[in-house]
């Protein structure tokens, strides 16, 4: 305590009194902004309400409360724990710096409950626990219990005259609730998300068709690197909202499905039912990711069919190819017809292309016709051919009526190239150029929802919107259109996606946008951009007479700060184009403003009852973060619960098998509590009496190797039950110990005694 004087000033917030004599903390200028960022309270205005050195004072008060029940000098103790703090000797767990000083006060994110045979009147019955456990996992917190205490199933209960259910029938019940009991919410299965394996729907990643979690291995991009996905979780039918955006796309899930949103301090989670209108969520812009996909090929239907050449890997040229299936072409869905064709407008290139490109594709065994409607200004190209029909019916690349048309699979997880290929190709086919932007026009709304999307993927900006139909070509069907958005957009087009030199779309390279106007790319909440800019080049505001107000007016460019405080006072709207032309035009913008990079926004216009829906999820390690739909949305957390039951338990075989079938117990990972009884009696071949702790009766004695046995192949079944190892001398009060196996027989022939060292 040399370094804390024991003078002390009073605390402005009422904590205590805050030592006027402090150490230095020596944080680096990152930690810092973590600290900032993450651990220090905030006021209603967003901004920090405290500094690093009264966020570690807080933390110290509030730890030391106890103090005060017991008689001691709690402020004495508070400076003490301040010392280990600041001098970063020790450091307690995130919940503690988050937690202490809020209404909840919770310190911690895993507790260890007792739980008692009783129903109704131990503080620490089954039912008690169970409320107290969900009211912890309410919050984010993770529970241990041991069930070992519980009479076995089928003991009689003299209050009721009934039998006991036993350890494994309220694991189920604990299991059950804690399932109720989300942690993070979950979408609809037609939510697109961005994988390694690239853009897949919710219900293509989790498969299973039963409620709760099921093992997966995913690597999925997120708004800070890439992560990895261990878990896919079915949540089964729940009430759904539906978020609509300005951009014209939305997301819906469960009302406490969580998406960030952008604010004065900078990104937050915020729930769904949280919304508001004119909330701006984050979009993360080139995340695609994918592989080449191999194509299968169909079976000879008789000896003297002559198989065409027909594709073995869906590269650029073919995806161009599905492109204008997908946008202008059909697939005969009549018994015995056989054709595909796909319809070329006089005015396009493709007039002398496509049957080239056909032939290259398909081999010379596959004649191409042409067929010319009479006044008509296009031509349809067709090919009548069973192999190539089965082929692309085989590897789903086969197109539905138009209204109901939509990516193929295979397109959505090929890499960036190909995806792009395949959009030139759709655009062709059923695009045109608006104000010098490309737009592509559909009768199928999932279809324009998915290439909206994918061009997310690629790194565009979109808007999404429909139109009235009308008595033009668009006939009587609604029609949808995805449009490229802001000169960001135009630019990655032009770069990933483009035309052939002889398209109509080269018109979009001419185009030349008014960047001074343009606001298709606003970045909400300027002063989260431009704040540390003008922190930078702010000057002591002190004037000629050595007088301060308090006010900023002298800064090392003044230009600039007058241009920047016109948006922080929403005089102007920030746009994208605006930021990179400040940075162009002020070298002190280009280095201390906050990066943009590939984040974009969409303001919410609407959140909306969309009723019931199946609802899917994955968990994601690390940040628990995902891009659905393009949008940065929180995952679905497991329960992060364990069972123990002490191996001398007369349930202790069906607790051991109890996750046999992983959709039965989905919120709990379980384990045995070995004793040192046991493991004599298992190195020595020797039987073992199974125990009820109610009365220390043996319900049963059982050979030492058999359970054992039980354990180790149910372990490598499915990875549990774990072992925690006892010292079964004080029942009440079991010591941990190692064991270590000499031998790798599951059985244990050459098993030592506790690890002493």
């Known amino acids: 305590m040399d370094e804390i004087s024991k003078k002390v000033e009073v605390n402005a917030n009422g904590r205590g009194h805050l030592p006027v004599k402090r150490n230095t903390i020596d944080l680096s200028e990152n930690a810092r902004t973590v600290l900032t960022k993450r651990y220090l309270r905030r006021g ?382 759709l655009f062709e086919a059923d695009g045109s150029v608006l104000h010098g932007y490309p737009q592509l026009i559909s009768s199928s709304q999932a279809l324009i929802r998915e290439v909206a999307v994918l061009l997310l993927g690629l790194g565009c900006p979109v808007r999404v919107f429909s139109m009235k139909p009308g008595a033009d070509r668009y006939g009587a069907s609604p029609m949808w259109s995805v449009r490229i958005q802001s000169q960001q957009g135009l630019q990655v087009w032009r770069d990933r996606i483009g035309c052939d030199s002889r398209s109509r779309f080269t018109a979009c390279y001419a185009f030349e946008p008014d960047l001074a106007r343009e606001s298709s790319y606003p970045l909400p909440s300027p002063e989260f951009w431009v704040e540390p800019v003008l922190e930078a080049i702010s000057l002591p505001q002190i004037d000629r007479r050595g007088r301060s107000e308090g006010k900023n007016f002298r800064a090392t460019s003044p230009k600039l700060r007058g241009q920047l405080l016109r948006y922080t006072r929403r005089d102007r709207q920030l746009t994208r184009s605006g930021y990179d032309l400040l940075a162009s035009q002020y070298p002190d913008f280009a280095e201390h403003a906050r990066p943009v990079d590939d984040v974009w926004f969409m303001e919410v216009t609407s959140i909306e009852d969309a009723g019931k829906s199946l609802t899917l999820d994955i968990e994601v390690d690390e940040n628990h973060t995902y891009l659905a739909n393009g949008m940065v949305t929180h995952n679905s957390r497991r329960g992060a619960n364990m069972a123990v039951l002490k191996v001398d338990h007369p349930d202790i075989r069906d607790f051991v098998t109890s996750k046999t079938n992983e959709s039965h117990i989905t919120n709990f990972n379980i384990s045995v509590g070995v004793t040192d009884a046991f493991m004599e009696a298992v190195k020595n071949d020797d039987d073992f009496e199974l125990v009820n702790p109610q009365d220390d009766t043996v319900w049963e004695t059982v050979r030492a190797r058999d359970l054992f046995d039980l354990i180790v192949k149910q372990a490598h079944h499915n990875g549990e039950p774990g072992m925690l190892f006892l010292d079964a001398a004080n029942r009440d009060n079991p010591v941990p110990h190692l064991y270590t196996l000499e031998s790798t027989n599951p059985c244990g022939e050459q098993f030592l005694g506790p690890n002493e060292n």
């Open 44 to 425: 209603e205005d967003g901004k920090p309400a405290e500094t690093v050195e009264e966020m570690f004072w807080r933390v110290a008060w509030n730890v030391a409360a106890p103090e005060d029940e017991h008689g001691e000098d709690r402020q004495a103790i508070a400076e003490q724990f301040y010392d280990l703090l600041t001098s970063r000797r020790f450091f307690p767990n995130s919940p503690t710096f988050t937690g202490a000083g809020t209404p909840l006060g919770q310190l911690a994110a895993c507790f260890v409950l007792g739980l008692e045979d009783d129903m109704g009147r131990d503080e620490e019955g089954i039912f008690q626990t169970l409320r107290n456990a969900a009211l912890i996992q309410q919050t984010g917190g993770g529970n241990g219990f041991a069930f070992s205490h519980l009479r076995p199933k089928g003991a009689h209960v003299k209050s009721s005259g009934g039998e006991a259910t036993g350890p494994v029938g309220f694991l189920r019940v604990y299991d059950q609730a804690f399932g109720e009991v989300a942690q993070g919410g979950c979408l609809i299965p037609e939510t697109l998300v961005f994988t390694e394996r690239g853009l897949l729907r919710l219900d293509e990643i989790v498969a299973h068709k039963e409620a709760g979690w099921r093992d997966h291995h995913l690597t999925v991009p997120t708004d800070d690197g890439d992560r990895i996905s261990s878990q896919a979780y079915n949540n089964g039918v729940s009430p759904v909202l539906r978020v609509r955006t300005d951009m014209g796309l939305e997301i819906t899930g469960t009302p406490n499905h969580k998406v960030k949103v952008m604010t004065p301090i900078g990104p937050e989670w915020r729930r769904i039912d949280e919304l508001q209108e004119g909330d701006s969520i984050l979009v993360k812009l080139g995340q695609h990711r994918g592989r080449f996909q191999a194509l299968r090929r169909p079976m000879r239907q008789h000896g003297n069919q002559v198989m065409p050449g027909l594709p073995s890997i869906l590269d650029e040229e073919f995806a161009f190819f599905l492109g204008l299936l997908s946008g202008d072409g059909f697939i005969a869905a009549g018994e015995g017809d056989h054709r595909i064709g796909v319809t070329v407008a006089h005015t396009s290139y493709l007039m002398d292309e496509m049957p080239v490109l056909m032939a290259r594709l398909f081999g010379d065994h596959v004649t191409i016709h042409s067929q010319q409607k009479p006044d008509d200004a296009s031509t349809t190209f067709v090919i009548d051919n069973r192999a190539v029909q089965d082929f692309l019916r085989l590897n789903g690349l086969d197109k539905d009526v138009s209204t109901m048309v939509r990516v193929p699979r295979l397109i959505r997880q090929s890499t960036s190239q190909v995806v792009a290929a395949y959009l030139r190709g």
